[in-house]
């Protein structure tokens, strides 16, 4: 005849679960936002090589050598000449954008907007608005194209990855320009401008800082 747990050896079993879990789940935790940051900044590398490839193959037809800074889903959602997007990084990076041009902007060469805007791995992207690496301050959103108005630079651009919820989903906000370099600084809090998905940064975290590691940011290897 088997004889079941007494007491005793139960509570011992339990507590041991216990201080297994107490020890795993910050661990568990800490690799997730680890995880989710790496796919943030691996967002960014891509996103500035295609700005380059954007550049340099006249991706959206106007014939100018110029990045495009009106968003991030443009890279995707822009229609060239020929009326079809350009598709120059995958879907589920061009719904990560946090302030998504509507349909039918930039003079009517935006596509559909893609539904439903998502981040991924906890994270979303925005456009920067201003260079304060340039002398002086310099916007991103010019108008190089009449037709599109200011939504290209002939020159550099700015994106910048933020958590949806600081210390659930990462810590660091993570940005990059036309150099390719990727710089990171621990948010210290929650970064979301209120409302509602795409969830856009608070407008003081869109402008590309002077001398960012001078500044507190972690330059990324």
């Not at 998905?197 to 590691?213: D, G």
Request: cysteine-free.
């Amino acid at each position: 005849m088997k004889r079941g747990f007494t007491l005793i050896e139960l509570t011992i079993v339990l507590t041991v679960i216990a201080i297994i879990a107490v020890i795993a789940i910050p661990n568990v935790v800490t690799a997730q936002l680890t995880a989710n940051e790496r796919s943030a900044s691996v967002t960014l590398r891509v996103a500035a090589t295609v700005e380059y490839d954007f550049r340099s193959n006249d991706r959206d037809g106007n014939r100018i050598a110029d990045f495009w800074t009106g968003d991030l889903s443009g890279l995707y959602r822009i229609q060239n000449v020929a009326g079809d997007m350009i598709r120059l990084v995958e879907r589920p990076v061009a719904q990560m954008d946090g302030s998504p041009i509507p349909a039918g902007g930039a003079g009517g060469f935006m596509g559909d907007l893609i539904p439903p805007s998502a981040n991924k791995a906890g994270y979303w992207v925005m456009a920067m608005d201003e260079d304060q690496s340039a002398e002086p301050d310099a916007p991103y959103r010019m108008t190089t194209d009449a037709v599109m108005g200011e939504v290209h630079n002939g020159i550099r651009f700015g994106f910048i990855a933020y958590p949806e919820a600081y210390g659930v989903s990462g810590r660091n906000l993570f940005i990059t320009n036309e150099s390719g370099v990727i710089y990171r600084w621990d948010a210290g809090g929650d970064v979301i401008a209120p409302g509602a998905p795409p969830l856009p940064i608070a407008p003081v975290w869109l402008n590309y800082p002077n001398n960012p590691t001078g500044n507190g940011w972690g330059r990324l290897d």
